[in-house]
């Protein structure tokens, strides 16, 4: 974040007054914003010795803003988390990243009961929040590799993957993204998705900061909310889920009230072209469907001036310099149309994954490609068109749930005997979360979310359906067969009309 620290502090020189952060509490100028980011890096400074690692409770604010660029000042790396965080995940992270100090507010150090024998250094920072820190000299960022930003991602597995990724990469996407978008500069951005992604890390913060505009902030998800900011702030671009742009367009008055953005991106989960241009239409934008991952950021883009069925039905183009491609089960690409495995390669590529304090290299194929894990196909024209996951994920709302870590959480029930949780479609998210239970004792949705409450299981991975069931499908050779297990599920919810 040296980078951008760096531009901010010539910003604050030359023109101090230029707001830098819209958020909940008002506007806060560049000048404002920079000397509390300098604040918070004396702070450091004073109670640890060297460049740290940062752990930061990431929210909606100008605070995020200043301690990125406090981090970058220190020439440290940061490390996003959500409020939401439980501490399981905080002790995760704690694991993965071993910072040199966590800034939150009281509440959230409470929550995830810091340590205060191990970060035993206290100061009070930005207007309240608490930094706490272990003295001394810390860990370095040498052992990042190049490393300034990580985030924690739901995966595709059942630990949460902590992407450590540099601060090219993230120049490299937001400055290809401002490019294709046609963004000018100064041009207002909304950072509308929570700051503790990746993806929204560099697309919601870095990229605004580094066009010279302002950040327009939703601290809180409300779509009429949302729409009334965007219009008074005249925004020009943001990127959302498909959920999230689908729900601006169901606020009643919406219509032709986006006319001051020049696009909207759209990605991170499964998209309906129909529902998308009705949405679009009635919004008096254009949305661009785009593929990319936490691993590889945004690598994939349609351009405003594209036909509606490019942008809204296919997944764009590589950016420039990046290689997306499609292989067969030899490895071998395959011929333009036909389905296999998505691969890229490319400058906004991560540098691994957090593990015991340093990134754990990916695994790349021989001549430098990250397999994605998600089925696809390219056209003549080079578009993707991104078809569904090699592996078991439902992507609700734009998050991705791991079937597996779900199915073990329900097996543990005391009152299901075997279980299989599966997708059901849904206009509005995408996909919800359903799962058919064999039961010795009767349990229903209630009782199954009571019950994985009290185990502690993330409320965001609840089943939304339950279904009680005499047996499993299964195969020839008795193997659950899931895709009849989808089907069934699926009509199930349309026979009993079962409203999540």
């Given at each position: 974040?040296?980078?951008?620290?760096?531009?901010?502090?010539?910003?604050?020189?030359?023109?101090?007054?230029?707001?830098?952060?819209?958020?909940?509490?008002g506007d806060h100028t560049v000048g404002e914003v920079v000397a509390a980011a300098r604040r918070l890096a004396d702070a450091l400074g004073e109670v640890t010795d060297g460049a740290p690692t940062v752990l930061l409770q990431a929210d909606n604010t100008w605070r995020t803003m200043a301690t990125a660029l406090a981090v970058g000042m220190r020439g440290g790396l940061v490390t996003v988390m959500s409020h939401h965080a439980t501490r399981g995940e905080f002790e995760l992270a704690l694991e993965d990243v071993a910072p040199d100090a966590v800034v939150a507010s009281p509440?959230?150090?409470?929550?995830?009961e810091v340590d205060e024998g191990d970060l035993a250094a206290y100061r009070e920072v930005l207007q309240g929040w608490d930094l706490r820190a272990r003295p001394g000299t810390t860990a370095g960022v040498e052992r990042w590799g190049g490393g300034v930003a990580i985030a924690m991602t739901s995966g595709s597995t059942g630990r949460p993957k902590c992407v450590?990724?540099?601060?090219?990469?993230?120049?490299?996407?937001?400055?290809?993204?401002i490019d294709l978008v046609g963004l000018r500069p100064g041009d207002p951005v909304a950072a509308l998705v929570p700051l503790s992604s990746v993806a929204a890390f560099c697309f919601g913060l870095y990229l605004p900061a580094l066009l010279g505009g302002s950040q327009v902030c939703l601290e809180k998800w409300?779509?009429?909310?949302a729409l009334d900011l965007m219009e008074s702030r005249r925004v020009a671009w943001t990127m959302l889920v498909p959920t999230m742009a689908l729900q601006l367009s169901l606020v009643p008055g919406s219509e032709g009230r986006l006319s001051s953005l020049r696009a909207m991106t759209v990605g991170g989960g499964p998209m309906n072209a129909v529902a998308l241009e009705r949405a679009e239409r009635a919004l008096g934008t254009r949305f661009l469907r785009v593929f990319g991952m936490s691993e590889c950021l945004g690598h994939t883009s349609p351009r405003p001036d594209d036909d509606a069925s490019v942008r809204l039905?296919?997944?764009?183009?590589?950016f420039p310099g990046t290689?997306?491609?499609?292989?067969?089960?030899?490895?071998?690409?395959?011929?333009?149309?036909?389905?296999?495995?998505?691969?890229?390669?490319?400058?906004?590529?991560?540098?691994?994954?957090?593990?015991?304090?340093r990134p754990q290299r990916p695994d790349l194929t021989d001549d430098g490609f990250l397999p994605t894990g998600d089925l696809g196909r390219?056209?003549?024209g080079g578009f993707l068109q991104v078809s569904?996951?090699?592996?078991?994920?439902?992507?609700?709302g734009g998050r991705n749930i791991d079937v597996n870590e779900v199915e073990a959480a329900l097996a543990d029930l005391p009152q299901v005997a075997q279980v299989c949780v599966v997708p059901v479609p849904d206009e509005l998210l995408g996909e919800r979360v359903a799962a058919l239970l064999v039961t010795v004792e009767p349990i229903d949705l209630a009782g199954v979310q009571r019950g994985l409450e009290a185990a502690g299981f993330p409320k965001a991975k609840w089943p939304e359906v339950v279904h009680v069931v005499p047996d499993l499908p299964q195969n020839r050779v008795g193997k659950l067969n899931r895709s009849e297990a989808v089907a069934l599920a699926a009509r199930l919810v349309a026979d009993r009309a079962v409203s999540p």
């Amino acid at each position: 974040m040296r980078k951008l620290a760096q531009e901010l502090e010539i910003r604050a020189a030359t023109d101090p007054d230029a707001v830098l952060v819209v958020d909940g509490t008002g506007d806060h100028t560049v000048g404002e914003v920079v000397a509390a980011a300098r604040r918070l890096a004396d702070a450091l400074g004073e109670v640890t010795d060297g460049a740290p690692t940062v752990l930061l409770q990431a929210d909606n604010t100008w605070r995020t803003m200043a301690t990125a660029l406090a981090v970058g000042m220190r020439g440290g790396l940061v490390t996003v988390m959500s409020h939401h965080a439980t501490r399981g995940e905080f002790e995760l992270a704690l694991e993965d990243v071993a910072p040199d100090a966590v800034v939150a507010s009281p509440e959230i150090v409470e929550r995830w009961e810091v340590d205060e024998g191990d970060l035993a250094a206290y100061r009070e920072v930005l207007q309240g929040w608490d930094l706490r820190a272990r003295p001394g000299t810390t860990a370095g960022v040498e052992r990042w590799g190049g490393g300034v930003a990580i985030a924690m991602t739901s995966g595709s597995t059942g630990r949460p993957k902590c992407v450590v990724q540099s601060e090219d990469a993230l120049r490299y996407a937001a400055r290809t993204t401002i490019d294709l978008v046609g963004l000018r500069p100064g041009d207002p951005v909304a950072a509308l998705v929570p700051l503790s992604s990746v993806a929204a890390f560099c697309f919601g913060l870095y990229l605004p900061a580094l066009l010279g505009g302002s950040q327009v902030c939703l601290e809180k998800w409300n779509p009429a909310e949302a729409l009334d900011l965007m219009e008074s702030r005249r925004v020009a671009w943001t990127m959302l889920v498909p959920t999230m742009a689908l729900q601006l367009s169901l606020v009643p008055g919406s219509e032709g009230r986006l006319s001051s953005l020049r696009a909207m991106t759209v990605g991170g989960g499964p998209m309906n072209a129909v529902a998308l241009e009705r949405a679009e239409r009635a919004l008096g934008t254009r949305f661009l469907r785009v593929f990319g991952m936490s691993e590889c950021l945004g690598h994939t883009s349609p351009r405003p001036d594209d036909d509606a069925s490019v942008r809204l039905g296919r997944d764009g183009r590589p950016f420039p310099g990046t290689d997306v491609r499609v292989v067969g089960e030899d490895g071998r690409p395959v011929a333009p149309g036909r389905e296999g495995r998505l691969q890229v390669s490319g400058p906004s590529l991560f540098l691994g994954y957090a593990r015991e304090g340093r990134p754990q290299r990916p695994d790349l194929t021989d001549d430098g490609f990250l397999p994605t894990g998600d089925l696809g196909r390219i056209d003549e024209g080079g578009f993707l068109q991104v078809s569904g996951r090699e592996k078991q994920v439902i992507i609700r709302g734009g998050r991705n749930i791991d079937v597996n870590e779900v199915e073990a959480a329900l097996a543990d029930l005391p009152q299901v005997a075997q279980v299989c949780v599966v997708p059901v479609p849904d206009e509005l998210l995408g996909e919800r979360v359903a799962a058919l239970l064999v039961t010795v004792e009767p349990i229903d949705l209630a009782g199954v979310q009571r019950g994985l409450e009290a185990a502690g299981f993330p409320k965001a991975k609840w089943p939304e359906v339950v279904h009680v069931v005499p047996d499993l499908p299964q195969n020839r050779v008795g193997k659950l067969n899931r895709s009849e297990a989808v089907a069934l599920a699926a009509r199930l919810v349309a026979d009993r009309a079962v409203s999540p």
